[in-house]
């Protein structure tokens, strides 16, 4: 997906009115959270980010500031940063940043559903559990799930960064401006 090229910068304001328009004649549109570590973006990411986009009205990638993941490589803001620019070519996709529970920052973006990835059997079942535990917690909320392209069901932040470090050519399997994060993160002390 992330081949082919989506709509323009100039589209967002054409998408904008649609909503308020849609908004104005009583009609639902549908925004939803697309949440995640995000340290850093893929291919992968994006590959979710530009089907989601095609499917939902407002799609906003949301970056968990305090995740359980230990010591990330970027920080929030550079990882926010570097979404901005690699999603800037969708007229309906924003970038935020988000703490605690995601149910609540759903309500409080009053978006009603939650778009995950599916890469292999093995995200299945924590993805399931969260899925169900977000359902418990608000009943309101839907969580989406869709999988990449077949060339990106392997690719996770977690390797990008293992085989980096070790010399690997990640350039297929993250936007350039991720490859030259990567290589200034390598070269300043
Ligand atoms: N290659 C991919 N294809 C489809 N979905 C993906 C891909 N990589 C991540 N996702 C999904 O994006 C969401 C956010 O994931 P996350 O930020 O943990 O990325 P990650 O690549 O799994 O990073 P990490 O290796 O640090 O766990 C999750 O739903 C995850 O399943
Ligand atoms: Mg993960």
Same mark, same amino acid.
């Given at each position: 997906?992330?081949?082919?090229?989506?709509?323009?910068?100039?589209? =967002?304001?054409?998408?904008?009115?649609?909503?308020? %328009?849609?908004?104005?004649?009583?009609?639902?549109?549908?925004?939803?959270?697309?949440?995640?570590?995000?340290?850093?973006?893929? /291919?992968?990411?994006?590959? +979710?980010?530009?089907?989601?986009?095609?499917?939902?009205?407002?799609?906003?990638?949301?970056? +968990?500031?305090?995740?359980?993941?230990? /010591?990330?490589?970027?920080?929030?803001?550079?990882?926010?940063?570097?979404?901005? @620019?690699?999603?800037?070519?969708?007229? /309906? $996709?924003?970038?935020?940043?988000?703490? %605690?529970? +995601?149910?609540?920052?759903?309500?409080?973006?009053?978006?009603?559903?939650?778009?995950?990835?599916?890469?292999?059997?093995?995200?299945? @079942?924590?993805?399931?559990?969260?899925?169900?535990?977000?359902?418990?917690?608000?009943?309101?909320? @839907?969580?989406?799930?869709?999988?990449?392209?077949?060339?990106?069901?392997?690719?996770?932040?977690?390797?990008?960064?293992?085989?980096?470090?070790?010399? %690997?050519?990640?350039?297929?399997? $993250?936007?350039?401006?991720? $490859?030259?994060?990567?290589?200034?993160? =390598?070269?300043?002390?």
């Amino acid at each position: 997906m992330t081949d082919a090229p989506l709509g323009p910068r100039a589209y =967002s304001f054409a998408a904008f009115c649609f909503q308020a %328009g849609m908004l104005l004649l009583g009609m639902h549109t549908i925004k939803a959270i697309y949440p995640g570590t995000f340290d850093p973006l893929t /291919n992968g990411h994006l590959d +979710l980010i530009a089907r989601g986009a095609q499917i939902v009205d407002e799609l906003v990638v949301a970056i +968990l500031r305090n995740s359980e993941k230990g /010591n990330p490589l970027f920080t929030v803001d550079e990882r926010k940063e570097m979404i901005f @620019e690699a999603t800037r070519q969708f007229g /309906n $996709v924003s970038v935020m940043t988000f703490d %605690g529970l +995601l149910v609540n920052f759903c309500r409080e973006q009053g978006a009603k559903a939650v778009l995950r990835g599916i890469r292999a059997i093995s995200d299945y @079942e924590y993805e399931f559990q969260m899925a169900m535990m977000n359902r418990k917690l608000d009943p309101n909320v @839907e969580t989406l799930f869709m999988m990449p392209a077949e060339k990106y069901t392997y690719v996770s932040s977690r390797l990008i960064k293992g085989v980096f470090q070790l010399g %690997g050519d990640v350039t297929a399997l $993250v936007p350039p401006l991720v $490859v030259e994060r990567l290589k200034a993160k =390598s070269t300043t002390p």
